[in-house]
């Protein structure tokens, strides 16, 4: 049986429609997208890296006593990175009241934690108050002075 002409004619005219509608579908995204402003957003995260204070070298001395102590299996690079972290609160847990989970965020109770020891040993002053002020920066420098003998 032979195709109806008409029937060719109509299956050609809906291929042509049909691509043109396509292409000019494409071109209207393209062009909107190349336009699109992109949304506000809000980037609230955690720091990857918190030294409180500390240089690259007082950083990998403090590295080096966890490594050492606390199951810190990390690079020696002087970053007080989530794993560095996840190491302090381990001993800042079992040694200076530090009760919230093992997470690697330094928020208020490591860092009240942390004043405890720094108190005891480091020469800290300051109210115990979740706050790395410059007293408790001081600190943790003269903590990390003592953890030299690690590296």
């Known amino acids: 049986m032979r195709p109806n002409v008409w029937t060719r004619t109509l299956v050609g005219v809906s291929a042509v ?5 396509g292409s000019l579908a494409t071109a209207g995204t393209g062009f909107a997208a190349s336009d699109a402003k992109p949304a506000v957003r809000s ?3 955690v720091l990857a890296v918190n030294n ?3 240089s690259t070298t007082q950083a990998k001395y403090v590295q080096c006593w966890i490594q050492d102590y606390w199951g810190y299996t990390g690079a020696i690079d002087g970053q007080l990175g989530t794993n560095s972290w996840k190491a302090l609160q381990r001993w800042l847990k079992a040694h200076w009241g530090y ?4 997470d690697g965020i330094v928020g208020p109770n490591t860092i009240k934690a942390l004043q405890r020891d720094l108190k005891a040993y480091h020469g800290y002053t300051g109210a115990i108050d979740g706050i790395a002020g410059s007293g408790t920066k001081a600190a943790f420098k003269d903590f990390a002075a003592a953890s030299q003998q690690y590296c």
């Open 17 to 21: 429609v049909g691509l043109a509608a």
């Open 43 to 45: 980037e609230v995260g």
């Open 52 to 54: 409180l204070g500390l």
């Open 99 to 102: 009760n919230d989970s093992i």
